[in-house]
């Protein structure tokens, strides 16, 4: 398993990649959010470990930015022992909390738990069908009858993949707006009106009566099958 330990003490980040790689985890590094978020980018790990008190950013700024293009589960490493920086992170993306100081030993029953419940969460169906469309999310692409092909805009996909993932369920506006443009954008629900009404038109058969990408009013959108 390959772990991103987030930590900007040299010490604490020299006993857990110690300890890490001796059950024979590949560990890397970073002491700063950006870094963090460059490295989950280039080589997306299957864990990070994430202190809140990072140099240049807060930490729940890089659990959004981490959820953004990855499902990894993250433990929160902190000292903070406040209730609302527990509720924030959680709320952020963050599977776990964990304050310091910490014993190893905890630490790593925290690891193998939020690792089995990864490993048994559903990652939604790789292939479905919108209306003519077959929608393959491995190799991001969309083909209809005689072989016709749709095109979609990165952010499109975005959006698209999130709901599909999760078939039926609703994903909030506030949710997506923060997992595809980020937290500063949350209230910009214009973003999603303009982007899912370019999806409608060509996915759907009939835009303006969708049967797929359906829109709870005020409260955000679900996938249909």
Known sequence: MRVLVVEDEPQLV?????????????????????????????QPPDLVLLDLGLPDMDGVEVIHGLRAGNAAPIIVLS????GADKVGALDAGADDYVTKPFAMDELMARIRAVSRRSATEPAGPPQVRIGDWEVDLASHRITGTAGAEQRLTKIEWQLLERLVRRPGQLVTQRQLLSEVWGPAYVTESGYLRFHFGQLRRKLEADPARPRHLITEPGIGYRFRN
Do not use: D, P, W, Y
Not at 79 to 82: A, K, L, P, T, V
């Open 14 to 42: 020299q006993a857990l990649a110690m300890n890490l790689r001796a059950r024979r985890h590949e560990v890397s590094t970073a002491a700063s959010g950006a870094v963090a978020l460059r490295l989950a980018h280039e």
């Open 79 to 82: 000292g903070r022992i406040g």
